[in-house]
């Protein structure tokens, strides 16, 4: 019998995220997931009138495939890829991971040749502006591990966060939205950080379950040669398969001018020189869900928590909420300002709006976690 939790899920994907009807051709694209699972997401998406296609892959597998790399297969890979995403409207990515280092040993040129001939002309080139795209992760025991919870405990606390109510979520979001589409300078501080940045005219998008599940953020895009000062990160971040510790950014005139992170600091600037819009930034975002309190080296989880930020060296998205920065890469690295984490501020056009996590602004605190926990 299937979790009545996974159903809700699915109807959640289905309905709000992607808003599938009769109209839609969805591909939903499964990694390392349960089979019961995958069915009862094919069932709910038939159930709309949508037209359903199915992929499953195995992290395993394109481990051996990303080592054994050529320019020629990926280029293949991409060329049937490509013509598949261009057949539908919507796709759901769902992403079960049994070992979340798996391509840890995949070496960097590799990983650059896939970026380049895979993601940017399939998954930034089709995926992201021309579908009605969702993505989430499952909870598998490597995910468990990683949040440092039992099974049952994790799998409560998932569809806790992922089942929560996205459109009160909305309601909340978009006085915000409003002011961040309105703001030009916005300053940021924390221990060890201190920077500032331009947003005039970029605009900024909600995020509410539309897109990613869990969601809870807003995100847009620093002009892009507008970024001064420093920023020191208090989370690890998983990144192509290693994890980063201690990340530190020198940034000048919106470029990244010195790069640390530990033992790793190498590894990161060779990352960071992918090409040249590596070092510049891509997205800066506002996290806010509640029930997201503490990092667990997931990305999709680890930007949405309540009192966060997220600030993202790489591609920008295509407006609004993005700058025109292009690159390979997209690393979206998270700073918790809560006072467990040290605490910090945000001001916008010398306002200050955030402080040691919590929104002050009248307007803004709906969005606290008290208040949309309440609601929710």
């Not at 297969?73 to 890829?81: F, G, H, L, W």
């Not at 509410?208 to 040669?225: K, L, M, Q, W, Y």
């Not at 467990?340 to 976690?369: A, C, H, T």
Request: aromatic share 8%.
């Amino acid at each position: 019998m299937i979790d009545p939790r996974v159903t809700r899920l699915a109807e959640l994907l289905c309905t709000h995220s992607c808003k599938l009807s009769s109209e839609d051709a969805v591909l939903i694209h499964a990694f390392d997931m349960p089979e019961e699972a995958i069915a009862e997401m094919v069932r709910v998406a038939q159930s709309t009138g949508a037209r359903v296609a199915v992929r499953t892959e195995s992290n395993l597998v394109r481990r051996q495939l990303l080592l054994g790399l050529t320019e020629g297969s990926v280029k293949m890979t991409a060329d049937i890829e490509r013509f598949e995403m261009e057949q539908m409207t919507a796709y759901i990515a769902l992403r079960g991971m049994a070992n979340s280092t798996e391509h840890a040993d995949v070496p960097q040129e590799n990983q650059k040749l896939w970026t380049k001939e895979y993601t940017i002309p399939v998954v930034f080139g089709v995926r992201i502006p021309k579908t009605k795209w969702v993505a989430l992760r499952w909870p598998t025991p490597s995910f468990c591990q990683m949040a440092g919870m039992s099974t049952p405990a994790f799998e409560d606390f998932y569809f806790r966060v992922c089942n929560m109510d996205y459109a009160r979520m909305a309601r909340a979001c978009a006085p915000f939205q409003e002011l961040m589409n309105k703001t030009d300078m916005v300053r940021v501080t924390a221990p060890g950080t201190d920077f500032t940045l331009s947003i005039k005219d970029i605009g900024a998008v909600a995020c509410t379950g539309e897109r990613n599940i869990p969601d809870g953020e807003c995100f847009s895009a620093p002009v892009r040669d507008s970024v001064n000062g420093v920023v020191q990160f208090n989370t690890v971040s998983l990144y192509q398969g290693v994890e980063f510790k201690d990340i530190r950014y020198v940034i000048k005139n919106g470029q990244i001018v010195e790069a640390s992170a530990g033992a790793n600091t190498d590894k990161i600037n060779e990352i960071l020189d992918t090409d040249e819009g590596a070092r510049y930034f891509g997205e800066f975002a506002i996290g806010f869900n509640p029930h997201i309190l503490h990092p667990m080296k997931d990305t999709l989880f680890d930007e949405k928590i309540a009192g966060s930020l997220h600030f993202t060296p790489g591609n920008a998205y295509d407006p609004p909420g993005g700058n025109g920065n292009k690159s390979a890469i997209h690393w979206d690295t998270v700073l918790i300002q809560r006072p467990d984490y040290g605490g910090g501020e945000i001001w916008f056009d010398d306002v200050l709006i955030r402080k040691d996590g919590q929104f002050v602004l009248p307007s803004l605190m709906d969005l606290n976690p008290d208040r949309l926990i309440s609601t929710d």
